[in-house]
């Protein structure tokens, strides 16, 4: 029988997730840190090898084949025997199911099993404790003063317009060496090679959906939009890589994409990754404390008011009901994989910020090779 194998390896798939809700520390160790990571070095090299988004090209490629097999469907009902069309359709659904059993497999056991490891808090080692409006203030202030430090670094033009330093190969190659750093610091088992990072050609399109991003799990690349205005992209990159290496939760993706700020001498990179943190503090003090939110803003340098002004302005051009479509998709598919937050688990990630600030706001540098310190700003 076609469906036997994709049938064994689905349960295999379940048997994993089982074993992750029993013995979630082990699998996470097992699984999560060792033999995906084994795998997923192993097939990146390979895909970075093709010069585009295989992800794009596959789901261009689902399209077609699904329109051309529902036109030939309609057109041999219209000339062949009922007795034909029976078998013809029946070879045709049990190929979709083993295509169906498959992908879901893939799915499984690169990117589903994921969202069931331990939580990267427990990993790093923070208590649980209460947050205070004062702690966040106080991270959220410490927060402005690097991000207006790095900023300063920026080239810019006339305008105020930040010209890129680094070329986007150079992004990927300074981003993995703050992954490797980050893993010495931290003893995550998140260092290793996974190149393949790709531009999407439809960029725009995604804009309209709000979409910055993606991590394909069935050719494990990590593929951005590269409309989005200059500075946000670094971030972007560094957040995708972070679902790559196996930390699907987007709060912790966020969070480690925060992190590659502090271990990074790539300027863009690093006022890239803070500046896109800093949203989701701000977004949190308002919530909490608008006094103290228009006190922020104030002591924000002008660099950095006008590039969170040139990214509010590109994304209200896409503000449509295909967005609004889009993000309550994405909201069914976290809710979907054990993120009950659905979009708003992106701004948990301002509970991990202020966990850090408290244990490590003077933490000083431990690779200074590859990296340097979030405040110091050498460049």
Not at 254 to 280: E, I, P
Not at 300 to 305: E, H, K, P, T, Y
Request: glycine share 4%.
């Amino acid at each position: 029988m076609k469906l036997r194998v994709p049938l064994l390896v689905l349960a295999i798939s379940l048997v994993f997730l089982i074993l992750f809700r029993l013995f979630p520390a082990f699998m996470d160790t097992a699984y999560s840190g060792f033999l995906y990571m084994l795998i997923a070095q192993a097939v990146s090299p390979v895909v970075a090898f093709i010069p585009f988004s295989l992800a794009e090209f596959l789901i261009y490629l689902l399209g077609f084949f699904l329109l051309f097999y529902l036109l030939r469907a309609f057109v041999i009902l219209l000339y062949k025997p009922f007795s034909q069309v029976k078998v013809i359709w029946k070879k045709n659904l049990l190929f979709t199911a083993s295509l169906l059993l498959w992908a879901t497999s893939a799915y499984m056991l690169t990117c589903g099993l994921h969202y069931h490891r331990l939580p990267l808090e427990d990993r790093l080692g923070y208590e649980q404790q209460q947050i205070t409006p004062a702690d966040l203030t106080s991270m959220a202030g410490a927060l402005v003063h690097q991000v207006n430090k790095a900023a300063s670094y920026t080239r810019r033009n006339p305008q105020g317009v930040m010209i890129p330093d680094h070329t986007f190969d150079r992004y990927k190659k300074d981003i993995a060496l703050a992954y490797d750093s980050l893993a010495v610091t931290t003893g995550l088992r998140i260092g290793g090679r996974y190149p393949a990072t790709k531009v999407i050609l439809a960029s725009r399109v995604m804009s309209y959906a709000y979409v910055s991003g993606f991590f394909f799990p069935w050719t494990l690349e990590a593929n951005v939009n590269k409309d989005v205005p200059v500075f946000t992209l670094p971030a972007i990159m560094a957040h995708e890589q972070a679902h790559v290496r196996g930390f699907m939760r987007e709060n912790e993706a966020n969070f480690l994409a925060y992190l590659v700020a502090r271990h990074t001498g790539n300027g863009d990179l690093k006022y890239s990754c803070l500046l896109h943190s800093l949203r989701y503090v701000l977004n949190a003090v308002y919530d909490t404390s608008p006094e103290a939110y228009s006190s922020l803003l104030e002591s924000l340098s002008a660099r950095v008011r006008y590039d969170m002004l040139m990214e509010y302005e590109y994304w209200e051009k896409f503000r449509s009901s295909f967005g609004v479509m889009s993000q309550k998709v994405n909201d069914a598919y976290l809710k979907a994989n054990a993120q009950p937050e659905g979009v708003a688990s992106y701004g948990k990630v301002v509970d991990l910020m202020i966990a850090d600030f408290k244990i490590h706001e003077k933490q000083v540098q431990q690779n200074p090779e590859h990296s340097v310190y979030i405040g110091e700003g050498t460049l």
